[in-house]
């Protein structure tokens, strides 16, 4: 039942992304220029990469609904992954470091029975520091399979997360985060459906970045249901606010 309720939920946000958007600005974004090609509605599966999509810090139980979806939602485009589900609220979550102690050995197993040697990982939520944390799960899985697994891609949601996060700069192929506040309900679906989609990810990028710079997203009334779904958006960012994605590494990098 808990599944069928975040695959509900996750279809209708996905619903309202503007997915066709995202994928005829992406088309523009590559060159040489070319019409644009609006895709069907494809579904691919990786079958190389083991997934770990992480639902980090969420403060609500209402919002860890929410970003358990979007965990469950990325880790159903890979045959091997695992979702890491914190608890609700600031005081009953677990550490970044706790949080992953706690799955290590089921990473551990699943790479082991799977014999992936690289992944893909997802970090959604808030602010976070997952990298020391996840550069010590890599110690100990190379430890305990006697070969080192390498990290292919990694998608932080976290605002302000883009320069603390060296160690995936450092490790991954292509790491992708945010140097400011970052509308990330809106901003990691539309980025990654497009990735999902076969999209290379700078593209994705880009194309993600003109949409979310064409929508500016204002406070509105008190109490009102925009203002509640805004709320979640951090509206309350100052004006200079930089909302966009940035990429290191392999910027031509598909799922």
């Known amino acids: 039942m808990k599944k069928f309720f ?12 503007f997915s066709t958007s995202v994928l005829a600005e992406s088309a523009r974004a590559q060159e040489p220029k070319s019409p644009t ?35 469950y939602w990325a880790c159903s485009h890979y045959v091997t992954s695992v979702v890491v589900k914190n608890a609700a609220g600031w005081l009953e979550s ?26 893909d990982l997802y970090l959604f939520g808030h602010s976070n520091d997952f990298s020391a944390p996840i550069e010590t799960l890599m110690d100990a899985v190379e430890k305990a399979l006697g070969y080192r697994v390498k990290i292919r891609f990694v998608y932080n949601s976290g605002c302000y997360n883009f320069e603390d996060d060296g160690y995936f700069q450092e490790n991954a192929q292509t790491y992708v985060g945010h ?12 980025l990654l459906k497009a990735w999902f989609l076969m999209t290379p990810i700078g593209s994705a990028v880009s194309a993600t970045n003109r949409l979310i710079d064409r929508r500016p997203f204002t406070t509105t009334e008190a109490g009102s249901l925009e203002d509640f779904w805004l709320g979640m958006l951090n509206t309350d960012a100052p004006e200079d606010n930089d909302p966009k994605g940035y990429l290191t590494g392999n910027a031509r990098l598909t799922f």
């Not at 975040?6 to 992304?17: A, E, F, M, P, R």
């Not at 677990?94 to 089921?106: C, F, G, R, S, T």
């Open 179 to 190: 140097k400011d506040i970052d509308y990330g309900p809106v901003y990691a679906p539309i």
């Open 94 to 119: 677990l550490a970044e470091d706790e949080l992953i102690a706690k799955y290590q050995p089921m990473i551990i197993e699943k790479l082991r029975r799977s014999g992936k040697k690289t992944l």
């Open 6 to 17: 975040y695959w509900s939920l996750v279809t209708i946000v996905l619903g309202v992304t």
């Open 37 to 71: 090609i609006l895709l069907p509605p494809i579904r691919f599966t990786n079958f190389r990469e083991m997934a770990i999509c992480i639902s980090g810090n969420n403060s609500t139980q209402f919002e860890k609904t929410f970003v358990d979806a979007f965990s």
